[in-house]
């Protein structure tokens, strides 16, 4: 069974600055997506960021990117001008590809904490 | 406003119950999905449903029951089997196909007394 893993309980950043959350993955399989998904206070779950293993070009949404290193079973998550809106859990999760829906398998998740 | 609604968004149920929590989706996603979320933990599949009168166990279906009579609808049932049951509930959405955004209601946070 695939495994995700987060190895950061609680980051904490000042506001402005640029923090990195980390995750590491296991699988034997070749082909699948990760996902970084923010958990805010309210506990709605909001899909950040998208990466499909097959793409080498690490995803990148305005803020928000990562850099996938698929030998080493990596997938951080880099935040730049973190914001005071940013503060909430980040759970990393993983998919394997293939025909039709399937669950995804999360990491136990980063409480990230933004210092005014 | 397409989304998913659960309710409620409180439930007390006592030892022994069974407790039906509520998903709907006006988003015409064919699939759905059930979460479970504990306190330091993430989040954890119960069960997912492809298609209309279709579903699969996830990993931690022991306790729980769902039907899946309608495309808009994926109702879960907490027996009384279930033997550590408050929990936070989180129901989910996608297209049919691996790879693509889930989409996550509000979420029903459930507790035994």
């Known amino acids: 069974a695939q495994t995700v893993t987060q190895s950061q309980p609680e980051m904490s950043v000042q506001e402005a600055e640029t923090v990195t959350l980390s995750c590491t993955y296991d699988t034997s399989e070749s082909d699948y997506y990760l996902f970084w998904y923010k958990q805010p206070p309210s506990r709605q779950m909001i899909l950040v960021i998208r990466?499909?293993?097959?793409?080498?070009q690490n995803a990148t949404e305005n803020r928000f990117s990562v850099n996938f290193q698929k030998a080493a079973k990596s997938f951080s998550l880099k935040i730049s001008d973190s914001q005071l809106g940013d503060a909430a859990m980040y759970f990393c999760?993983?998919?394997?590809?293939?025909?039709?829906?399937?669950?995804?398998?999360f990491g136990k998740g980063t409480h990230l904490i933004i210092q005014p | 406003d397409g989304g998913i609604t659960q309710s409620p968004k409180y439930l007390f149920r006592k030892e022994g119950q069974n407790v039906t929590l509520s998903c709907e989706q006006n988003l015409n996603h064919d699939a759905m999905y059930w979460y479970r979320q504990d306190p330091g933990q993430g989040l954890r599949l119960i069960y997912y449903?492809?298609?209309?009168?279709?579903?699969q166990k996830g990993d931690i279906a022991e306790g729980y029951s769902v039907s899946r009579e309608k495309k808009e609808s994926f109702p879960l049932t907490v027996t009384s089997a279930q033997k550590n049951p408050t929990a936070f509930y989180l129901c989910?959405?996608?297209?049919?196909?691996?790879?693509?955004?889930?989409?996550f209601g509000p979420g029903t946070r459930l507790t035994v007394l």
């Open positions: 449903s492809q298609i209309v009168n279709d579903f």
């Open positions: 990466q499909e293993a097959y793409k080498q």
């Open positions: 999760a993983y998919q394997d590809s293939g025909g039709g829906a399937d669950g995804l398998t």
């Open positions: 989910a959405s996608s297209m049919g196909t691996r790879g693509n955004e889930q989409f």
